[in-house]
């Protein structure tokens, strides 16, 4: 297959950044306690009018934006990607059966996109603007759908590097078949009179 290299990098590129940008939503989340305890001296003035309580709320909030702009944009790359996919996929006939693995990652990606993000951006508005200390339903909501898209999330990737794998081994298994073969030959010309 020509695209064979081609497509496994693709792959890791896909399954390679959904892993860092979950990693990195995460972070973003303890990067408020961070800020609120190591800012600038700058940021002082401001945090001392806020009060503590309303800058962490304000803090949180625009961590989750910025978390659900960075997941838009990247759910919108990973159509580019996956339809790029099951095309290079189609394209070959040895690997045709296997487009619809992208096409099931693209759909996965599609339900996220137009269900759970807007969804989370949503509850962010809500949520952010909760003292940590208060019993919050909106709270626990945030975190099942969030544990919903970080679940799905895995389950692409999960798909991706199934894929991968699958298309190494059977490179794999091409190249040895060759070397069998032209060792074969080889054998057959040297026993040859």
């Not at 992208?102 to 949520?127: A, D, Q, R, S």
């Amino acid at each position: 297959m020509r695209y064979r290299r081609v497509i496994c990098f693709l792959l890791g590129i896909w399954v390679g950044v959904s892993a860092m940008l979950a990693l990195a939503s995460y972070q973003n989340f303890n990067t408020v306690e961070t800020v609120l305890k190591e800012h600038p001296d700058q940021a002082s003035r401001i945090f001392k009018a806020l009060g503590p309580s309303d800058a962490r709320m304000l803090l949180r909030y625009t961590a989750g934006r910025e978390h659900i702009g960075t997941f838009e944009t990247w759910e919108d790359i990973q159509f580019v990607i996956g339809l790029l996919l099951m095309a290079m996929l189609f394209l070959e006939a040895p690997t045709r059966m296997l487009s619809p693995v992208p096409l099931g990652m693209i759909l996965i990606v599609t339900f996220m996109h137009f269900k759970i993000t807007p969804e989370l951006g949503w509850l962010n508005h809500i949520y952010a603007f909760v003292s940590s200390t208060a019993e919050s339903q909106t709270r626990g909501q945030f975190w099942r759908l969030h544990a919903v898209y970080t679940t799905l999330d895995v389950l692409k990737d999960v798909l991706g590097l199934g894929l991968v794998v699958f298309l190494c081994s059977q490179q794999s298994t091409r190249q040895v078949r060759r070397s069998r073969r032209r060792n074969t030959d080889r054998l057959e010309e040297t026993v040859r009179p």
